[in-house]
């Protein structure tokens, strides 16, 4: 397997799998503040779309927008599992349409992220592992609301 088809199959099945995840909460999730401190999944999406769109344009080399402050919450309109759905299907959809026209020598191209210089290659690990670790937070959050089971396919 080639640089490029590793990546992108990496990039696709944590969003693959992500989705899986937030598809099979219930609505209530999206908006349940557990613990009284935790941010909602609703929250956590919404940092998830920034990250990919953030890394988007760095990786394009197009200006950033300014990172927000604190911690991440969704706005107003975004807080409903059919709300969080759709946001979180574009932004993974431009994510993976970019890494899918980029070649494996873009792919091994240094590019600056956070002062520091990196490959857009590594950028598309980080956005996989960074999947992955809300994954994780999302498969908790589904057996404190009772449902143990394996969703995943």
Request: net charge negative.
């Amino acid at each position: 397997m080639d640089l490029k088809q590793f990546v992108a199959n990496r990039v696709q099945r944590s969003f693959e799998i992500l989705q899986c995840d937030l598809e099979n909460l219930p609505e209530e999730a999206f908006s349940k503040c557990f613990g009284g401190k935790a941010r909602t999944v609703a929250d956590l999406v919404h940092e998830l779309n920034l990250v990919n769109d953030h890394i988007g344009l760095t990786l394009r080399g197009e200006p950033l927008f300014d990172w927000p402050e604190g911690w991440i919450t969704a706005p107003e309109d975004q807080r409903t599992k059919e709300s969080v759905l759709s946001a979180f299907q574009a932004s993974s959809a431009k994510f993976k349409d970019m890494v899918n026209n980029f070649t494996a020598q873009q792919l091994e191209e240094t590019v600056v992220s956070d002062g520091k210089e990196t490959t857009r290659f590594n950028q598309c690990l980080f956005v996989s592992m960074h999947n992955w670790y809300h994954s994780g937070q999302f498969n908790f959050i589904q057996t404190l609301l009772g449902d143990d089971g394996w969703h995943w396919s």
